[in-house]
């Protein structure tokens, strides 16, 4: 072979061996840079300070090296093995720089997109950001409506470019050293095809262990990057790309079909003896009790209003220790409520919000209640009301098709659904459709006419404003100066708006009105593996027959449709998790999160993370903040407590 005398025939297969290492290498740099950026971005989030920062990207490289593995290992095969018969065809290479540059700028997209969704949710991205897949124009519009996701995107599109260029340039580098010709084939000797064989295998099985990550009994799972006592920097390790992997992969084995906390009639039992229900179990209803009215109580019909306030924590509020005069509206209401202090959401989404509220039933980690094939069937405030004559309205700002809404709800008491459909296209400001000030204006003219033919009525209204992408009006003027917290200013605003008209309305004055969060946001410093600030939120009630007063007694979403029906002295078929807050006080309370389980009392706290397999125990200081503590029996029985409740909740889902 003549051209063997300058083009290096001989080192080709080192050569090409070299160029996949190479890339390998550039990929984990550039993930590097995506970690550094989170860290710069999320930094504030850092709570134990003491902790080495440097252990986190140590880390990081160690997990990214799994997914650089992962995108290694098709090209490294496909070259090496043909390495080994002489073969060096160009389109090969060209092929697997595409494989790998198509990969490495999808999980470059993955780590960009990781930033925000860590910021909104403080947990890596995972399998359940799928459930938006369904709903690519509000995500579309959502992405690129919120002009701080604009960066992300910005040094996404960058440094793919970047990459897809030093890849190519070394590419062409390395087809100048070879002096190869399409299609050509070396005359190989049987010493060098056994060498390169040997090699090939080593490439491999080192390739093959980098993707298992360990060489221990388990391959490498996300637990292997906690290594402090800070939640974050313990994600921070986390390579999001493989999180998200893991996730899918997790959703998709059989035995995470179905929570295994613990045994369905242990659970059961454990459950009901919380809840105080007595007598036999029938197994196709097992918390299944009768709430008798009081008969010395004469019965009243007064309208309800129950408002859900989007990403409404309650640490946004004075009363809860906010610096900032953020929600005048809902702190004066507080002090003319019944209030309660210590209630906590079910969830940290919308939908684990509406149907804990609405039908007293928990969140079930990420799964979507109100979804699927075919409808669920609940029961609930909305179905109890309707037996007695009300007439039921839901008012939404977005489509009515999102998170399956229209048909949920209108399987389940409804009697009117308004969505964007609705209302004037004028009115859309964003992916999720109206503001909350047009959404309030619109329910209030519909419940006029409502009140008009002499039926009581139960409307429900779940906000938006207070939810990416924020939209400010130019004729609202905040007293903050950072959009997150002005749009908390708006969304109190358009409440406090709501109010002062319905005063006007002949309704109001027979009105019992419940203002609650579907679940709270991030506010202030982030104190466990599941901020507090999450799941804290307000729970107020007023209006007809309504004794101000504050509890400080432990409450969750569950817990509203006992206490408002008790409040209207109904009598009902129960089937839920709550208990009437003004009759029985909670000891305990559990909620959770799409992959954590919490339980606590007002002195403890136990969060238990699925996907990691660890526990974490807390004490609740003074001042409400959570300091580490060591496990002892009132973490046993909160441990078991969760899992109970959460089992339970699973077979009602699944049985009944």
Known sequence: MQSDNHCFSRGRFGLVLSLLIKIHLLGLLFLSFFRLAEYVALRGMVEHGEASVLTAFVRGVWFDNVVGCYVLIVPLALLLIAGCFGCFARWLRRFTMVWMGVLYVLCFAISAANIPYFAYFFQNINSGIFGWFGYAGTTAGMVVGESSYLVYISMWAVLSVLFSWIMMRMERNLNQRMCVVEGSREKVVPLHSLLRSLLT?????????????????????????????????????????????????????????????????????????????????????????????????TAQHPNVVIILMESMSARLMQHFGQTQRLTPVLDSLYNHSLAFSRCYSAGVHTNHGLTATLYSFPALMKRNLMKGTVTPHREGIPTVLKEYGYRNLFFMTHEAQYDNMNAFFRTNGYD?????????????????????????????????????????????????????????????????????????????????????????????????????????????????????????????????????????????????????????????????????????????????????????????????????????????????????????????????????????AEYCYRYQ
């Open 416 to 648: 009117e659904v308004y969505a964007q459909e609705d209302y004037p296209k004028s009115e859309v400001v964003n992916s999720f459709g109206v503001s909350d000030r047009f959404l309030f204006r619109f329910a209030l003219g519909k419940l006029q006419e409502t009140a008009s033919a002499h039926q009581p009525f139960m409307a429900t209204l779940l906000t938006i404003s207070n939810h990416p992408p924020y939209i400010i009006p130019d004729d609202f003027h905040p007293r903050s100066s950072e959009k997150e917290t002005q749009i908390v200013e708006y969304a109190d605003y358009c409440l406090g708006q709501f109010l002062s008209e319905a005063r006007k309305q002949s309704w109001y004055d027979h009105t019992l009105f419940v203002v609650l969060a579907d679940h709270g946001k991030i506010v202030g410093q982030v104190d466990s593996e599941l901020p507090q600030s999450y799941n804290h939120i307000p729970l107020l009630f007023f209006g007809r027959g309504v004794t101000p007063a504050q509890h400080t007694s432990l409450a969750t979403q569950v817990d509203v449709m006992p206490t408002l029906l008790g409040m209207l002295n109904m009598g009902y078929a129960y089937h839920g998790f709550g208990v009437n807050l003004l009759e029985a006080q909670r000891d305990k309370v559990c909620y959770s999160a799409d992959n954590q389980i919490v339980a606590r009392t007002n002195e403890a706290c136990y969060i238990h993370t699925s996907s990691t397999g660890l526990d974490s125990y807390y004490r609740e200081q003074s001042d409400n903040t959570l300091l580490p503590a060591t496990p002892d029996s009132l973490f046993h029985s909160l441990q078991r407590y969760a899992y109970a409740m959460m089992q339970t």
């Open 201 to 297: 295998l080593t490439a491999i099985a080192l390739c093959l262990l980098g993707i298992r990550g360990r060489t221990g009994y388990n391959p490498i799972k996300v637990s292997q990057a906690y290594y402090c006592s800070d939640p974050l920097l313990n994600q921070l390790g986390i390579a999001p790309a493989f999180n998200l992997l893991t996730s899918v992969m997790d959703d998709m084995r059989k035995e995470n079909a179905e929570l295994q906390l613990m045994p369905y009639a242990e659970a059961i039992a454990e459950a009901r003896r919380e809840l105080g229900i007595e007598g036999k179990v029938d197994s196709t209803d097992v918390l299944y009790r009768r709430v008798e009215p009081d008969s010395t109580v």
